[in-house]
C-alpha cells in the first residue's frame, strides 16, 4: 500500500504563494496518479489537480487554472501543488490522495471515489 504524508500548509497573505508537498512511502509510487483535494469547513470535499503516474498529463479544477501547479517526482516519490495568487477562498485543509493506474493516460479522475489511498490532510489559510 501507499502511505501519503503532505506537509508545507500554513498561513499567508492574499496573492501570496505557497507550496505543498505529499510524500510517499513504498517503492511503486510510480503506478499511481496522484490528486489533490481540498475541503473548506462546512463544505464538501472538492478537487483540485491531478497529475498522471509519469507526470505527462495534468488536470485542473477551474477555480484553480492558471494559478495551481501540481507537478512529481518520481525519484523522490513527492506530488508537490504549488499555489500562487491565493485567495481566502483557497482556505482549506488539503489532501492529496493516490490512484491505481495500469498505464500513463490523460484520463484523470476527479472523483473522490476512485483514489485508493489519502493523505492525512494539511491546512491552509489565506487572509485578506
Known amino acids: 500500500q501507499v502511505q501519503l504524508v503532505e506537509s508545507g500548509g500554513g498561513l499567508v497573505q492574499a496573492g501570496g504563494s505557497l507550496r505543498l508537498s505529499c510524500a510517499a512511502s513504498g517503492r511503486t509510487f510510480g503506478s499511481y496518479a496522484m490528486g489533490w483535494f481540498r475541503q473548506a469547513p462546512g463544505k464538501e470535499r472538492e478537487f483540485v489537480a491531478a497529475?498522471?503516474?509519469?507526470?505527462?498529463?495534468?488536470k485542473y479544477a477551474d477555480s484553480v487554472k492558471g494559478r495551481f501547479t501540481i507537478s512529481r517526482d518520481n525519484v523522490k516519490n513527492i506530488v508537490y501543488l504549488q499555489m500562487t495568487s491565493l485567495k481566502p477562498e483557497d482556505t482549506a485543509i488539503y489532501y492529496c490522495?493516490?490512484?491505481?493506474?495500469?498505464?500513463?493516460?490523460?484520463?484523470?479522475?476527479?472523483?473522490?471515489?476512485?483514489?485508493?489511498?489519502w493523505g492525512q490532510g494539511n491546512q491552509v489559510t489565506v487572509s485578506s
Open positions: 490522495a493516490a490512484d491505481f493506474v495500469g498505464y500513463e493516460s490523460s484520463w484523470l479522475r476527479s472523483g473522490e471515489n476512485t483514489y485508493d489511498y
Open positions: 497529475i498522471s503516474r509519469s507526470g505527462g498529463y495534468t
